[in-house]
């Protein structure tokens, strides 16, 4: 292959990579989890460690599911938990990541990292959490959320209601 040729592919995957930045990794992962990439279709049915997640993919756990990952960025750990479906939402600014979850269902673990610019956030259907640093859980279906603090404190908005409270331990 000519050096010119190399150099041309070089360029395209690096552009790619700049375009499709990652923003998180799978770390953990058992029993049924599916993966949808932002961009596809179809549902990938076999999620294993070191699968690069990109903003707006889906996660979506069965029965007997649990996958856990973590941004790139500076290590907040995610653990979602069976029956839950998840969006993954990341975008890199001055090596950054703006970080946001999206839920529509599903039981999950937050340890979040002190964030050094913008709130952490977590949308579901009934709430909005903004998270600067902390540890929680929520539990999230179509009749409501529960927050569970662990430490730290989470400021909840509930959509319905316009109100909005602290989560403490």
């Not at 996660?59 to 479906?85: P, R």
Request: overall charge positive; glycine content about 8%.
């Amino acid at each position: 292959m000519s050096k010119f040729v190399f150099n041309i592919i070089f360029m395209i995957l690096i552009s790619q990579f700049v375009y499709l930045q990652e923003v998180a990794i799978v770390t953990k992962s058992s029993g049924t989890v599916k993966y949808k990439k932002n961009s596809a279709t179809l549902f990938k049915n076999q999620v294993k460690s070191g699968l690069e997640l990109f903003n707006n993919d889906l996660l979506v756990t069965g029965g007997d599911g649990f996958v856990m990952f973590a941004y790139l960025d500076d290590g907040s750990l995610i653990k979602i938990h069976k029956d839950s479906e998840v969006y993954v939402n990341g975008s890199l600014k001055n090596n950054i990541i703006d970080k946001k979850i999206i839920i529509d269902d599903g039981f999950l673990k937050f340890d979040i990292k002190k964030q050094k610019q913008n709130e952490f956030k977590v949308v579901t259907p009934t709430s909005v959490a903004s998270v600067k640093g902390t540890v929680f859980y929520i539990d999230s279906s179509k009749e409501g959320d529960v927050f569970y603090g662990l430490e730290g404190i989470v400021k909840v908005l509930n959509i319905e209601s316009n109100e909005t409270s602290n989560l403490s331990k």
